[in-house]
């Protein structure tokens, strides 16, 4: 029989092994997810965050934009087939790349992404990007693995309408907007959708082409459900082959 003591090192010993095994299980994922995203440098699609909208921002909402950036940063590093990510029109010494600095430390300099100062227009073909913004009077149908996709990177708690669908109109771009209508029974309120939630939704199509899965990561409370059967208008109509095809028979109350 084990006395106390002998109990108490042997669940020590027991508690250091499965520490060193979580140490040695988190830094193979880390080198599995660094060899993703560094082949996603090479060959994946990319994906730009527009860095231009700082001055359109309240610090607070810099903060924000950069909160919901390193989360994104966090769950395309971590998925299957990882964007390209690329910061464009970013500036040294702006507030973004402060917030970036606070959030990242060290490990900024080191990030697997393409940050620049140029505007993509300067690095890609524009009739391969398609600005997302969802003022846009065109819906986005399918997910297309060869063209470019740009999110605002942008939180505007008092909401700006418009804003990046006039910069992409004035660099005479693609927009697409998500087809939030044709899926979802929306509720009221505004259909902009955060920075990590516009990344979620962006993998899952790249992986699935699931537009159901994809906008499983608009919040619950934005919407009371999914339309049953798409629409090819991209809006909610009722679904009249569930109602009785005879009004059920009157009653009558005493
Ligand atoms: C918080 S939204 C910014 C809203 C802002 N008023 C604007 O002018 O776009 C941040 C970015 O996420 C993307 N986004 C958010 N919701 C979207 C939607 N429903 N459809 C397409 N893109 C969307 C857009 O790229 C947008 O610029």
Known sequence: ???????????????????????????????????????????????????????????????????????????????????????????????????????????WGKLLITVTDQCYTEVFPKDKLIYLTADSPKVMKTFDHDKIYIVGSMVDKSIKPGLSLARAKRLGLETAALPLDKYLLWNTGAKNLTLDQMMHILLTLKDTGDWKKALEFVPKRKYCGFVSKPSLFGRTKPNFSTLPKEPPALRTFV
């Open 1 to 107: 029989m084990k006395s106390g003591l002998q109990q108490e090192q042997a669940s020590g010993t027991a508690e250091t092994k499965r520490n060193s095994f979580m140490c040695f299980w988190a830094s193979s994922m880390d080198r599995i997810y660094n060899w993703r995203v560094a082949q996603s440098m090479i060959f994946g699609q990319p994906l730009i965050f527009d860095m231009s909208y700082e001055k359109d921002m309240s610090v607070r909402e810099v903060t924000n934009a950069v909160r919901q950036i390193v989360l994104s940063e966090s769950c395309n590093r971590r998925s299957v087939d990882p964007f390209h990510i690329h910061f464009c029109n970013f500036k040294d010494n702006s507030l973004y790349q402060k917030e970036f600095v606070k959030h990242y430390r060290e490990a």
